[in-house]
């Protein structure tokens, strides 16, 4: 990396330490000259850091340097015995630094840390590094090189040596060869193998996803019927077939996908932004989230494979996800009228008695790259209406309070506008303005041939009462694959929902006596929530304020991404760690207390039900408590054992509230903040209409005498790229607190960032084992008699 910067490029930086790979001849020299600059070593089986050399402009190839207090290194030859000054030798590290062995892999820990013969210490290990150096008279030690079995890929440190031994296990494989190679710009870890008959390699690959980590499954295997060998008797590697000339290629060669995974590559590569993705890449650490699984399903069901968002999130790979998604089974077509219930998150709208009810909306503006048909525009809208059942939702109010049901169908109301800016603008508020919950319909769609930036724009209006956010993303890929058709002149293809609106609210409902073990669950989250006197009051829609900023790309892609690889965290459980962080430095209370929004689409208890295609509202609505701490790790453990513990994804607390009536839910003090993680907030791609995301406002979505439905809205969504953090109130007295609790979160992020690179990455916590509750203390004890087994 350094190589790749000017010497101005961290101008505020004094001192480097730099390690992870060995430096280039006069790298480290050239920027000695304006800053300190060490040399640093250190395998990830011991510490971060195990020796340290300091380097000047005269330092061409710097040594590794010498020890750091409590730490033993010695330079053994093959036989374990120490080697003179200036023979080479493996390093073995010891002392109190070092690993107590590797998770779940007794025959790993027992090869790679073997006892120490040299200390006198009872009980002392050494850890064989597999990096060769030698002594300098005056006891400083220089890297040589790497010895055969020892490898990284993309980070990743490999035992060569350990993977040819599994494959050997395999029952036709006689004799391998492990090493990486360069295939395709791409390095690869390449087996060759010796087989007694034929096989499937994918069957070979699918054994060894088994036993290893996904980044030591071999990405091409190379059958071989004899090795090729040198005067001497020994494997001519120079000899041996070039792997990308092999008909055996890699999952992520299509000559070798199998038919799922072909669906599903693509897929993951467009909506993760990723051009180089393999089969048994981490879906987490690629940046992925639940609402990107809503997404993949949704494609995948497109294209007829059962992918459903909750496979996405547990499988966590193509390969994996492949293996056991079936094919698409339809849902029943819905009835043209029925009753449908109410779902807690409608109940929930209606208890507040809005003063305008009707007119609480969601709007999606898109900007198209050419002008649309109108006469071909209101047939594709009318499709959406035929195809998904809830935009024929009609609402009344009864004795016992409201209630919807279905409706025939009506052609969706369009508005072609060649008016000016302020005109259209006019029109555009009024039709916010203009639902009838019990007449219909509660979708309406504006066009503008020439938009505000100047090109064409369509603006989808629906009530939200009958979609969410989630829904407006179905509706714009079917309305764009539906409008493509008519123009092409080719038949529509839209698949219908699987799980209808109506069935889910039915089998909610039906559900509700289930939920009631989780009473003593949300009693105790809500049990004596106190607010700070920082919070802004509440207040109305036309008096709210809004405060953004925006991380750099860098630092958004990091945090969504690879950042959970340090402690196995997934989703928005960082996002929310930083935000108790900020919020103990804001107001000095460790306790946060929160109404998180999710899409509610996860499936429901002993249903398998799926929601990925369903347009309606879904948004589960519940509270979360943490107790923060100045500690990352332990915070960190706290929001992932918080989030986690949540029975049923949150939807059991609206069931209770709502469905079963649990009256003493709604007599607890209802948190004043709200946090909702919108996830990847992208236009669909269709290249064919070349639509685009627009970021103006979209008329006013809520009437202004409408109250706020939180003191405070967190708002949290990835747009272009980049992680948007958003506060809304109503308080204008609160301005600069606001702004105070905004940077105090902005900073945080930046922090928990930067602590995130520098932690070892993929140790485990108290809260990554389910079922269980584990203090520190009792999670390294057990920990620690696993390995010690291993011994």
């Not at 009530?463 to 092409?488: C, E, K, P, Q």
């Amino acid at each position: 990396m350094l190589g790749a910067l000017s010497e101005d490029a961290l101008p505020s930086v004094h001192t480097l330490i730099v390690g992870g790979d060995v430096a280039a001849p006069g790298a480290l020299a050239r920027w000695a000259r304006s800053r300190r600059v060490f040399n640093a070593y250190g395998p990830s089986e011991s510490t971060v850091c195990v020796t340290i050399e300091p380097c000047t402009i005269t330092t061409v190839n710097p040594p590794l340097g010498r020890p750091l207090g409590g730490i033993l290194i010695y330079l053994l030859d093959p036989w374990g015995n120490p080697v003179p000054p200036g023979i080479p030798g493996e390093i073995h590290l010891g002392g109190v630094g070092l690993a107590r062995g590797y998770h779940r892999r007794p025959a790993l820990t027992a090869e790679s840390f073997v006892p120490d013969h040299l200390s006198g210490i009872p009980g002392a290990r050494l850890y064989r590094t597999g990096d060769i150096g030698r002594h300098l008279p005056d006891g400083r030690i220089v890297y040589v090189n790497r010895i055969r079995g020892h490898a990284k890929l993309r980070g990743n440190r490999i035992n060569l040596n350990g993977v040819e031994q599994l494959l050997r296990a395999y029952p036709t494989v006689r004799e391998t060869l492990a090493m990486i190679s360069v295939v395709e710009e791409r390095q690869t870890l390449v087996a060759y193998v010796l087989t007694e008959s034929e096989f499937e390699p994918t069957e070979l690959r699918a054994y060894m996803a088994e036993h290893v980590a996904a980044f030591e499954v071999p990405g091409i295997i190379v059958p071989l019927p004899a090795w090729p060998l040198t005067p001497a008797g020994k494997i001519d590697r120079k000899a041996l077939p070039d792997p990308s000339d092999s008909c055996q290629q890699a999952p992520h060669h299509k000559s070798e996908l199998t038919p799922a995974e072909a669906v599903l590559l693509p897929i993951w590569s467009q909506l993760l932004g990723r051009v180089d993705l393999d089969v048994h890449d981490d879906y987490f650490a690629l940046g992925g989230d639940s609402i990107t699984a809503l997404h993949i399903a949704s494609r995948a069901r497109e294209q007829g494979l059962g992918v459903e968002p909750r496979m996405v999130l547990q499988q966590r790979t193509i390969y994996s996800l492949a293996t056991s998604a079936p094919l698409l089974s339809l849902g029943e077509q819905e009835p043209e009228h029925a009753e449908v219930a109410l779902a807690p998150i409608q109940h929930w709208y209606f208890e507040q008695e809005l003063p305008a009810i009707a007119h609480w909306n969601l709007s999606v503006c898109l900007k198209l790259q050419s002008a649309l048909e109108p006469e071909l525009l209101q047939r594709a809208l009318d499709t959406l209406v035929e195809i998904h059942p809830a935009l024929r939702l009609r609402f009344e109010r009864a004795e016992r309070g409201w209630r919807q049901s279905y409706w025939s169908a009506k052609p969706v109301p369009l508005k072609v506008l060649s008016t000016g800016p302020v005109e259209a603008a006019a029109i555009e508020a009024g039709l916010h303005a203009s639902f009838d919950l019990s007449e219909g319909p509660l979708l309406c769609a504006v066009y503008r041939p020439h938009g505000v930036v100047g090109g064409p724009e369509l603006q989808l209006i629906a009530h939200h009462l009958v979609v969410d956010t989630w829904s407006l993303r179905v509706l714009v890929d079917d309305f764009a694959s539906a409008y493509t058709s008519l123009r092409d002149r080719a038949e529509i293809k839209l698949l219908r929902e699987v799980e209808s609106y109506r069935r889910w609210t039915e089998r909610l409902t039906s559900l509700a006596a289930d939920f009631v073990p989780e009473l003593a669950y949300w009693r105790a989250v809500l049990a004596t929530v106190s607010e700070p006197e920082r919070l802004p009051r509440k207040g109305l829609v036309g008096e709210r304020r809004m405060l953004v900023a925006e991380l750099d790309a860098d630092t958004s892609a990091f945090l969504v991404g690879e950042a959970h690889q340090a402690y196995r965290s997934r989703g928005q459980e960082l996002l929310l760690s930083a935000l108790a962080m900020a919020w103990q430095h804001w107001c000095g209370n460790a306790q946060l207390v929160v109404d998180m929004e999710t899409h509610g689409r996860e499936g429901l208890p002993g249903s398998e039900m799926d929601l990925s295609r369903s347009v309606g509202w879904f948004t589960a609505l519940f509270p979360v408590r943490i107790e923060a701490t100045d500690d990352w790790p332990k915070l960190i453990d706290v929001v992932k054992r918080s989030l986690r513990d949540i029975p049923n994804g949150g939807l059991g607390y609206g069931v209770l509230r709502y469905l079963h009536a649990a009256t003493e839910l709604r007599e607890l003090v209802a948190p004043a903040i709200s946090f909702n993680y919108l996830g990847r907030v992208e236009a669909p791609a269709v290249p064919a209409l070349g639509m685009q995301l627009s970021e103006r406002e979209t008329g006013p979505t809520q009437a202004k005498e409408q109250p706020l439905p939180h003191t405070l809205g967190i708002t949290l969504l990835i747009f272009a790229g980049r992680l948007r953090l958003s506060l809304v109130y109503a308080d204008p007295a609160a301005d600069a607190a606001m702004q105070e609790l905004l940077d105090h979160y902005f900073a945080a992020l930046h922090a928990l960032a930067e602590h995130c690179r520098g932690a070892e990455r993929g140790g485990y916590q108290s809260s990554d084992f389910s079922g269980v509750h584990l203090n520190e203390a009792e999670l390294n004890a057990l920990l620690g008699d696993l390995t010690e087994d291993d011994e």
